[in-house]
């Protein structure tokens, strides 16, 4: 984690300093390059990206309020556990969300607009390719965020941000490592090339298989390498969707 990665916002307001720092604080936590339990200080932080501390200490104060990590007095900040019945809770809402609003996109966006994002869609093949989790996650979130603000509903897409900020992507280090995850990073250009086509029915079969990554195959990988084996056991689907990936 050498650089402070650059996170265009959908808006037109630059993000400040102390924003981008916790919107790379924010990829890092999603990637699972911030472990859970463990206590970070703002110093140490601060040395990974190349910046000073007190921007990280802002930041991580701001990923406080958001429940993202806990004070310790004197020593930092400890990285909030997310438990598997979490998880399945954020991905499933997500999918009720995202599935069919993506795919209802395939009648109504603009072709153009649809384009813009073809260079987002790209660089998160790139970064999986690479094995840059942490630009992988900022890529993604803003290519799907940018889909879902072409449906016009700014809440909607305010409800997805805060559901992918509390998600955890636990498998993407070990798909990176078995270079399994360009796979699901050249999805994204399925998804552009179907809407652009308004092959609506297409759409949604690869959002539902994009989406089912999350708590499928990346939850997969990442039990392969222990990296869930303090949380409690997963319960049941009973019927319900996999639920979402990146």
Known sequence: MSRTPALPVLGSRKPSHRERVADALRAALIAGELLPGEVYSAPGLAARFGVSATPVREAMLDLAKEGLVDTVPNKGFRVTAVSEKQLDEYTHLRA?????????????????ALEALRPVAQEIVTSAAAGDLIAYVEADLRFHLGLLAL???????DVVRD????SRLYGLTA????GRLEASAEEHL??????????????RAVMTRHLSHVRGLW???AK???????QAPRPAASGRHAGPSS
Do not use: C, F, K
């Not at 969300?97 to 966006?109: D, N, S, V, W």
């Not at 559901?163 to 509390?166: C, F, S, T």
């Not at 798909?175 to 078995?178: I, N, P, S």
């Open 190 to 203: 399925e998804i552009l090339d179907a809407l652009l086509t308004r092959d609506e029915e297409t759409v």
């Open 96 to 112: 009720l969300i995202e599935i069919p609003t993506t795919a209802g996109l395939a009648a109504t966006a603009d072709p153009v």
């Open 224 to 230: 392969g390498r222990g990296e869930l084996r303090d």
């Open 175 to 178: 798909l990176a490592e078995q």
């Open 163 to 166: 559901l992918r900020r509390r």
């Open 219 to 221: 939850a997969s990988a």
């Open 151 to 157: 449906a016009g509903n700014d809440h909607l897409v």
